[in-house]
């Protein structure tokens, strides 16, 4: 059972390129979500989404566009990556009935924009 | 909307002494309240959460936290802390209202340097 898998898990773009970062689960969950980590910032989210087929913004949600056209599966895009997007991005998924905020993290992707 | 405010950035604390870091929320209601560590390069683990009934919450690791509801807090306490528990620790307040749908709001973090 793997959990959650954040693929990549390092990645550096140049200013103005794009890319998708993969969330996959395994564990059935109907929520998943984005966050950012920055050094002081804690983890913010970015967008979320409590089922296939649906998205919602964030606290943070600028520059991000998502999908969650499969129920395990939660891809975050940036189509014009910015120096300001460097950030550790995690994903996690929850939602099982009865155990609210069951959530499983992602071990993090790394990005850095130059 | 929600917030939570952790005030030590770092606490540096000797091995075998016991730990307190401090979690304050701001919240219309008592929300759900977790408190999650995050060792380098590693996501996040659940140590505890509090949603309801007794307000000492007994966690992994030999962690516990208090809810204070009368000061908005959700304090994370260990009686004597090993090397192994110098990381990243982050408090969190979920609404209780949607199930959990809507997410976590994270405070800033607090570093625990363990001195040997």
């Known amino acids: 059972n793997a959990g959650v898998t954040q693929t990549p898990k390092f990645r550096v773009l140049k200013t103005g390129q794009s890319m998708t970062l993969l969330c996959a689960q395994d564990?059935?969950?109907?929520?998943m979500y984005w966050y950012r980590q920055d050094p002081g910032m804690g983890l913010r989210l970015i967008h979320y989404s409590v089922g296939e087929g649906t998205t919602a913004k964030g606290e943070v949600p600028d520059g991000y566009n998502v999908s969650r056209l499969k129920k395990q599966n939660f891809l975050l895009g940036l189509e014009s990556a910015a120096p300001s997007q460097t950030s550790v991005y995690f994903c996690?998924?929850?939602?099982?009935?009865?155990?609210?905020?069951?959530?499983?993290f992602g071990s993090g992707t790394r990005l850095t924009v130059v | 909307a929600q917030s939570v405010t952790q005030p030590d950035i770092h606490i540096t604390v000797s091995e075998g002494a016991s730990l307190e870091l401090r979690c304050n929320y701001s919240?219309?209601?008592?929300?759900?309240l977790f408190w999650y560590v995050q060792s380098p390069g590693q996501g996040l683990q659940l140590l505890l959460k509090y949603f309801s009934g007794d307000t000492l919450v007994q966690g992994i690791k030999g962690f516990e936290a208090e809810f204070k509801r009368s000061q908005s807090s959700f304090n994370l306490r260990k009686p004597s802390v090993h090397w192994s528990d110098a990381a990243e620790y982050f408090c969190?307040?979920?609404?209780?209202?949607?199930?959990?749908?809507?997410?976590?709001?994270f405070g800033k973090g607090t570093h625990l340097i363990i001195q040997p």
């Open positions: 969190a307040v979920g609404a209780r209202s949607g199930g959990g749908a809507d997410g976590l709001t």
């Open positions: 996690a998924s929850g939602g099982i009935s009865g155990d609210y905020y069951g959530y499983t």
């Open positions: 919240y219309g209601a008592t929300p759900y």
């Open positions: 564990m059935n969950h109907e929520y």
